[in-house]
């Protein structure tokens, strides 16, 4: 556990900056371990490893090692860690949820064109 | 002895009622704002909504303890709850006030609304007329850059146009128009707003973030910020995080002197010849109550006993629902139309009138960020492109409807001092009483029977209506104008009738609250009342 959560913390660190990146997602590698299952579960392939260590770190924080697949879920498409109330919010405008939903944006964002709303989006 | 500031003009209270007749009398008067909570920055507010997993009304409005103040889900927050039922409306205390967060809608009331007693036997007329007041009402819609379509007055005539054209209905109100064409309950009409579909007073065009509650990102909203900014420019000084804890009085009932403490715990005082008192109305009747001395020992302004009395909300129930086909909510404004005609009839004997509001919020209201939605289809089992498939096929289905209901006045629904329990300044915090009652009952149960026929005519499917109602956070009644001086607190031109230079503006002092947002009925009045205080500003030196 303890050693877990130092790692998690190193890769954020260690992300900060483009050098780490190649030592830390070798396979064997707990955060690429994190990566690769949420790849399988999310269909994307193409996660942000940044993102991905601060969801890693936030389960951990939240005594949850080893996040079930529908947490794991939540947590990229929501960008909330689902566990103890207060869940809590790590990220809202990089959550999945907002590729998934093409029509919208995250609100509060600026989401089109003046009156873009009076028609059906785009296909 | 403490600082003392001099001015002609003192305002307490920095939000839509004070802010615009500053505008008008900034150049011929000095006048100095005394806002109790801080000013407001609109990234760090953006931020602040954006990482919160609750996204209430407050969410970007932290003011809690230096500037307390009402949060919704959080009923004993601030407000010490007497009830028979909580009161849940909430106000902001901040430079701009309660417009940071407010949705922008800009109706008129109907004429009907101005005299409930004399056409329905309900509540009490109002000591003006619509006429009265219909030019200030053009003034307002100009001061606030409202958008309409004023081929239909939705019941309220007008000798103006709008200063803006119509923002456009959403896709969503289209399809609920013509499902709705044949329904005699009146048409899908687009809702005036102050919000931009033309850059106006150097504000952009709304660029469809869908959160104009809490904040416009891009001010395309109006708010109270945009006259504070004009005033400011002419010279009016505004004193933030400046909490009014007193009034004093002369012999001949002026009043004098604000007290002024700072979170900090200093104090200062201002001067001035006239005193504008438009902190809304939890603020205004709890100031006026605690300021009592000898010589008023009900509080200010109180002879008749009716300050803090008569509080008024707007009762919402919402009814959500999957439409039939998609309708791609989540984009534009929170609402672009709305169905007024059941604003007034002959109904109103029996019970409230209300307005029927379309959401281009999809269920973003009441149950929050798409959070729920997610974990329910991720515990549902659904993976990968299911997955995917299943949120965003749901997500263009959401569709919202709610009604807005009148509340008939009530002395017994009131604002009092609750003396044990004191905020961060010494003050004892507002204690409320509040029920509904019959005829708001009847208003609810009549337009919950609507909701209903509106879903079955468009096909919706999934249908939940909300249990009780909800708050619309629109506090309104507590200083209501009338004639007699003995059963209301300001004349028909917002003047106390017991102090001759102390205004009171903002919706507590409306006598009666029809059923549409309150926001351009205060501006108006505000306008109305800038002569009046013109010529108490002139008469001061006598």
């Not at chain 1, 997602?25 to 064997?28: I, V």
């Not at chain 2, 044949?182 to 309950?185: A, E, F």
């Not at chain 2, 009716?306 to 008569?310: E, F, P, W």
């Given at each position: 556990m303890r050693r877990r959560t130092l790692l998690a913390g190193c890769a954020t660190l260690a992300l900060a900056?483009?050098?780490g990146l190649a030592v830390l997602?070798?396979?064997?590698d707990p955060l690429q371990r994190f990566i690769n299952r949420s790849e399988a579960l999310t269909g994307m392939s193409d996660l942000d490893p940044k993102l991905a260590a601060t969801l890693m770190a936030a389960f951990e924080a939240d005594n949850q090692p080893e996040p079930d697949d529908a947490a794991l879920l939540t947590a990229w498409y929501s960008g909330v860690i689902v566990g103890e109330w207060p869940w809590q919010q790590v990220t809202y405008r990089d959550a999945l949820i907002w590729q998934v939903l093409t029509f919208t944006h995250p609100l509060g964002v600026c989401g089109s064109a003046f009156g873009a709303w009076a028609d059906p989006p785009e296909a | 002895m403490s600082e003392v500031i001099d001015c002609d003009l003192a305002i307490i209270g920095a939000g839509v009622a004070g802010a615009l007749p500053a505008v008008e009398l900034a150049d011929e008067a000095s006048i100095v704002f005394i806002e109790a909570g801080p000013r407001i920055d609109r990234h760090t507010a953006l931020d602040l909504y954006w990482n919160a997993l609750v996204k209430t009304p407050e969410t970007p409005y932290p003011g809690a303890p230096l500037y307390p103040h009402p949060i919704a889900g959080r009923n004993d927050a601030w407000y010490v709850q007497r009830g028979p039922e909580p009161f849940r409306a909430t106000y902001l205390r901040a430079v701009g006030g309660t417009t940071w967060h407010w949705l922008g809608t800009a109706l008129r009331f109907v004429p009907d609304d101005f005299r409930l007693a004399t056409r329905f036997g309900r509540g009490v007329d109002w000591p003006l007329t619509y006429d009265e007041l219909e030019p200030w009402y053009s003034k307002a819609e100009a001061a606030l850059g409202v958008a309409g379509d004023?081929?239909?007055d939705l019941g309220s005539p007008r000798q103006q146009p709008f200063p803006l054209p119509p923002i456009p209905m959403s896709y969503c109100d289209k399809v609920f128009a013509e499902a709705l064409e044949?329904?005699?309950?009146g048409p899908v009409r687009p809702t005036p707003q102050a919000r931009n579909s033309i850059p106006y007073q150097d504000r952009p065009v709304c660029c469809g973030s869908a959160s104009c509650i809490p904040l416009c990102p891009v001010q395309a909203k109006w708010d109270a910020t945009v006259p504070l900014d004009q005033a400011e420019a002419k010279g009016a000084r505004i004193l933030e995080s400046s909490v009014v804890v007193g009034l004093e009085t002369a012999a001949d009932g002026r009043i004098t002197l604000a007290l002024v403490q700072r979170s900090d715990g200093s104090r200062f005082q201002v001067r001035a010849k006239v005193f504008v008192l438009a902190a809304h109305g939890i603020e205004s009747p709890r100031l006026l109550l605690h300021s009592a001395s000898e010589r008023y020992p009900t509080g200010l302004a109180n002879r008749s006993d009716?300050?803090?009395?008569?509080l008024m909300d707007h009762l919402i129930n919402h009814s959500s629902a999957l439409s039939k086909d998609p309708v791609w909510p989540y984009r534009g404004p929170i609402s672009t139309a709305g169905i007024e005609r059941p604003r007034s009839g002959s109904f109103r004997a029996e019970r409230s009138a209300y307005r029927i509001e379309i959401g281009n919020d999809g269920w973003a209201w009441p149950a929050g960020a798409f959070v729920w939605a997610v974990n329910d289809t991720a515990q549902a089992g659904l993976r990968d492109e299911a997955f995917k498939r299943a949120l965003y096929d749901e997500s263009v289905r959401h569709i919202r409807i709610g009604c807005m209901h009148e509340q008939l006045p009530n002395p017994e629904n009131r604002i009092e001092l609750a003396t044990d329990q004191l905020d961060h300044y010494g003050v004892p915090r507002p204690a409320v009483s509040y029920r509904i009652g019959d005829y708001e009952r009847a208003g609810l149960a009549a337009s919950h029977l609507q909701h209903a026929e509106i879903f079955r005519r468009i096909g919706a499917t999934d249908v939940t209506h909300t249990q009780g109602y909800f708050d619309a956070g629109h506090i309104m009644g507590t200083a209501r104008m009338g004639k007699d001086p003995d059963s209301s607190v300001v004349d028909r031109n917002l003047c106390a009738h017991d102090h001759k230079n102390l205004f009171i503006l903002g919706s507590a002092v409306f006598p009666t609250s029809a059923a549409a947002n309150p926001t351009l009925t205060i501006a108006a009045l505000s306008l109305r009342a800038v002569g009046a205080i013109r010529e108490s500003l002139g008469r001061s030196g006598d």
């Open positions: 900056g483009s050098a997602l070798k396979p064997a | 004023a081929t239909d044949d329904y005699d309950i009716q300050v803090g009395r008569n």
